[in-house]
């Protein structure tokens, strides 16, 4: 889709579905500390960072949990679709936030997300864009300011080194709380959200690895990656 097409459909987007698509950081920013006033009902918040398509929140907003969903993806395409997915399944309250992870901190109080998803994080393979990595250390650092202590990260990836580095450079209030090499392997209930990447990686032979960070009260930790 050429540019001016994909602006147009964003601005069709904001226009036609008020409040479940921001583009303005500044609309964004007065939400800060609010986000439940803006959804109209108190929930835990999740975030999913790097949503893509939003395969994964369509399919996690489609249950009656007490959850609210935030997607956030800098790609404004992908924001399009991932609010039309979203919007055909949904049963609970999301917004779809066309921002850079790095303002972040700029649109939630720390402790104001329980929750954050972190899937396939590595659009930057090559090590001279390790510092564009949504799971380096800046970045894991700042997911942990906006956890509250409890509050967890999950993170997959098909890539070992992805995972090895992001267990390496963990901040020292993240705790691992579980980890392993094949999450496919270990019967675990949410193996049937998948996201587009992982569908695709799967399909060819890929195996998924992840991991479970709980944010602690004070830091210590040690962690191998080995499988
Ligand atoms: C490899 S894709 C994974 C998409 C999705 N999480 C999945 O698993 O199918 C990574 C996504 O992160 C987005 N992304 C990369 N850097 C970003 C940033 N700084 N802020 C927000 N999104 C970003 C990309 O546009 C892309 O959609």
Same mark, same amino acid.
């Given at each position: 889709m050429g540019r001016s097409r994909v602006k147009g459909s964003l601005k069709r987007a904001v226009y036609d579905h008020p409040g479940e698509i921001l583009t303005d950081s500044g609309q964004m920013r007065q939400r800060r500390g609010r986000w439940a006033e803006a959804f109209g009902e108190a929930a835990p918040l999740h975030l999913e960072v790097g949503m893509g398509r939003g395969r994964f929140l369509a399919e996690l907003a489609a249950r009656d949990e007490p959850v609210n969903y935030v997607g956030v993806e800098i790609k404004p395409d992908r924001c399009v679709t991932a609010r039309e997915k979203i919007r055909r399944r949904a049963r609970r309250p999301f917004v779809v936030l066309n921002a850079a992870v790095e303002i972040l901190p700029q649109l939630f109080l720390p402790g104001e997300v329980q929750r954050i998803y972190l899937n396939? &994080? @590595?659009?930057? &393979?090559s090590y001279v864009y390790r510092g564009r990595r949504l799971f380096n250390t800046a970045f894991l650092r700042l997911y942990q300011g906006l956890l509250p202590v409890g509050g967890e990260l999950w993170f997959r990836s098909d890539q070992a080194a992805c995972y090895e580095e992001l267990l390496a450079s963990l901040p020292p209030r993240l705790r691992v709380e579980e980890h392993g090499? @094949?999450? #496919?392997? =270990? =019967? #675990?209930?949410?193996?049937?959200?998948?996201t587009e990447y992982e569908r695709r990686y799967r399909a060819a032979g890929a195996t998924i690895h992840h991991a479970r960070l709980v944010k602690t009260g004070s830091g210590i930790l040690e962690i191998r990656a080995g499988c």
């Open positions: 396939f &994080p @590595d659009p930057w &393979p090499c @094949d999450f #496919h392997a =270990g =019967g #675990h209930e949410f193996t049937i959200f998948q």
